[in-house]
């Protein structure tokens, strides 16, 4: 097991040094000088050879294109991502509480996103065909049409306002969590509900199922060993669940006011601050390899038969 953990590390280190150039180079994908990409989000309102010349030494643009990334990964490594061009504070100031904020939020969402998947799709794999079954999954198919956006502002118009529940934006307290929550998960758990679905249903054909009820085996007994086998299936679809939340939860959490990485990133892009915009770019694409990486691991270690493939 050791020995496959670190043919997976390995592999993953080249990956991520190419998704971390490719985050380099947003900087440089535009047809204008990147002294003026600074100048212009910094609105300075006339933009001078002497003050082009001043931008391009103070940010280090005279250099090669492989030392700028050089210097720009390793204190990336670090946890640097330089200075907002617009605020001039340091990006790891702003970044920081914001990506702590959506990654709390993010764990609350995927928490019951995984429980209630798991739990819907046993049932409806169990009772498969019976009106528990139809209504399941009729109600999975509509929660996953429902955008999130239009849901939220619903829930903040009926839940918020009208009946004065819990409130309608900001990260005060516990309440907070629950209608961004529930914006968030009721998409994503008519989704990764069907891929438990479907698995169970592959384990119910199997033949150690029908062998193990002729045993006498109890009835639990046998779905956590079917739940163990249909894990190896949907344990991937979790792990990369988490980083596409993560990554998808832009829009509810400038929907509900909340102080994460959604409300920076839209900002960042609006006023063209690039290592705002490198920082959450750089910092998502790592967290999909890393749990990607993960995943397999945990496949490994539910499959054994996997660790010789690699």
């Not at 429980?115 to 799709?121: C, D, E, F, I, T």
């Not at 918020?160 to 990260?171: A, E, F, I, Q, R």
């Not at 980083?243 to 900002?267: C, D, R």
Request: net charge neutral; aromatic share 10%; proline share 4%.
């Amino acid at each position: 097991m050791t020995d496959h953990i670190l043919k997976r590390l390995l592999l993953t280190v080249p990956l991520v040094l190419v998704i971390s150039f490719i985050t380099f180079l947003l900087t440089r994908l535009s047809q204008e000088d990147p002294a003026v990409v600074i100048l212009h989000a910094q609105e300075v309102p006339v933009i001078t050879d002497k003050l082009l010349a001043e931008t391009r030494e103070k940010y280090g643009l005279n250099d090669p294109l492989f030392v700028q990334y050089w210097h720009w990964l390793v204190d990336a490594l670090h946890f640097n991502f330089g200075h907002s061009f617009v605020t001039g504070t340091a990006v790891s100031e702003t970044v920081g509480p914001a990506l702590f904020n959506t990654l709390k939020l993010t764990m609350v969402a995927s928490t019951v996103i995984i429980v209630m998947s798991l739990l819907l799709g046993v049932v409806s794999a169990l009772l498969r065909d019976t009106w528990v079954d139809h209504v399941i999954r009729t109600s999975a198919f509509i929660t996953t049409a429902i955008p999130s956006y239009w849901l939220g502002t619903l829930m903040i118009i009926y839940v918020s306002v009208k009946l004065n529940l819990v409130p309608t934006s900001g990260m005060s307290g516990m309440t907070s969590y629950i209608l961004p929550v529930c914006a968030i998960a009721f998409g994503y758990i008519g989704i990764y509900f069907r891929n438990v679905r479907s698995a169970m249903i592959e384990q119910l054909d199997q033949d150690y199922v029908l062998y193990a009820r002729a045993m006498g085996i109890p009835s639990m007994t046998i779905v956590f060993q079917m739940l163990r086998n249909a894990l190896q299936v949907v344990v991937s679809i979790f792990c990369m669940a988490i980083p596409i939340i993560l990554s998808g939860s832009v829009v509810v959490e400038n929907i509900f006011a909340w102080p994460g990485m959604g409300q920076v990133s839209v900002k960042a892009v609006l006023e063209q601050d690039f290592p705002v915009i490198q920082a959450y770019v750089l910092i998502i694409s790592v967290l999909f390899v890393i749990l990607n990486m993960v995943a397999d691991i945990i496949n490994a270690y539910l499959n054994p038969r996997l660790r010789e493939g690699l």
